[in-house]
């Protein structure tokens, strides 16, 4: 979506909405602030310190995921099984919270399903390659969480982690919990 | 001349509540982890002086703006170009001072607050603070120290949003030695 406006030299007749990008340096502060907050009362971190971080993030992210879904599946009906379930959050889930398809979707048919996104939309700012690839849990911590609100309010419960190997690919795995 | 996009406006609305959400899980956690209010507006603050100094860039490339001419011409390009690119939304700019170093921005609607509403004990919170901190920062990377507040907020009942911008003064640019 782009619009015109006159204060704008003639020749750049429009500008598009950057909205996607304000929620990009949103999401790397947030990250800076928990990670910065977490140190600060230490000096240095360790592996608790990491995990707490994680696990905040990781929490911010459901409840951002539920409230998503909530909104996106209004007037959807109701899906028919698991993978159909999982086959929404890779097309129109992923489409609208991270701006393209899942490239990849695996799964076991026993409740193990792996997504694999080539070009993961929080990442590709950060690198590609290998350069801050041990940065990268940091920001993948607040969309796993994300992934598992959204499954959470679809009736899912889940474990949901990410891995990364290459920048910007990236692989969520999801284990749904059964009761 | 406009370009067809293939986002549908459901898809720009979902992009939206992405932020709007983020921000409000934001605040819910700020509220958890500082005792007061008025610790969480500092943070706010803070958080949105950090997005604002790296938004700057970010905003000079994509709108190909030059270097603004006077304050006014600062204010009409936060207004109307800055807010209507990232919130979606064009603020009017009023209440001038005679001097012509303050004004106001006034928001019909803040996209921050879609949904939200304040609860009982959080009476000073100052939901939308990084948004004084994103303009402070941006600001200052340009040259210019300015002072943001909200003046009204609807979230506090208020009819409108007011956010109040005052020039403070040009920050000289800090050169290196060796440099032309």
Not at chain 1, 80 to 105: A, I, P, S
């Amino acid at each position: 979506m782009s619009y015109t406006h006159a204060l704008l030299p003639p020749s750049y007749v429009e500008i598009e909405m950057a909205d996607e990008s304000l929620f990009d340096f949103l999401h790397m502060e947030i990250v800076s602030h928990i990670y910065k907050e977490q140190q600060s009362s230490k000096g240095e971190m360790d592996n608790k310190d990491r995990a707490v971080c994680v696990s905040v993030l990781e929490s911010m992210g459901f409840r951002v995921g539920q409230g998503l879904i909530e909104r996106l599946t209004r007037d959807s009906p109701s899906f028919k099984d698991e993978l159909d379930v999982m086959k929404f959050v890779c097309k129109d889930f992923w489409t609208k919270v991270f701006r393209r398809q899942v490239d990849n979707l695996r799964t076991n048919h026993q409740g193990t399903y792996v997504l694999q996104d080539n070009k993961f939309s929080l990442l590709t700012q950060l690198s590609s390659g290998k350069q801050y690839l041990d940065q990268a849990p940091k920001y993948l911590a607040f969309s796993c969480g994300v992934v598992r609100g959204a499954l959470s309010n679809l009736g899912m419960d889940s474990v949901v982690t990410a891995e990364v190997s290459v920048m910007p690919s990236c692989k969520f795995q999801v284990v749904v919990q059964k009761l | 001349m406009s370009r067809q996009s293939n986002r549908t406006t459901d898809s720009k609305k979902m992009n939206s509540e992405l932020f709007t959400l983020t921000y409000g899980a934001l605040v819910t956690q700020l509220c958890k982890d500082y005792e007061n209010d008025e610790e969480v507006n500092k943070q706010l603050d803070k958080m949105g002086y950090n997005i604002g100094v790296r938004l700057i860039e970010d905003f000079l490339a994509r709108s190909s703006i030059g270097r603004c001419q006077d304050f006014r011409e600062t204010a009409d390009v936060i207004a109307k170009v800055a807010f209507k690119m990232y919130l979606g939304t064009t603020p009017s700019v009023s209440n001038w001072s005679p001097a012509g170093d303050e004004f106001s921005l006034i928001l019909e609607n803040n996209p921050l607050v879609d949904f939200v509403e304040l609860p009982d004990n959080h009476s000073m919170l100052v939901y939308s603070n990084l948004l004084c901190g994103v303009l402070r920062g941006a600001l200052e990377m340009v040259q210019m120290a300015v002072d943001v507040k909200f003046a009204q907020d609807t979230l506090r009942g208020d009819n409108v949003t007011e956010i109040r911008m005052k020039f403070i003064k040009r920050i000289e640019e800090n050169l290196p030695a060796g440099d032309e």
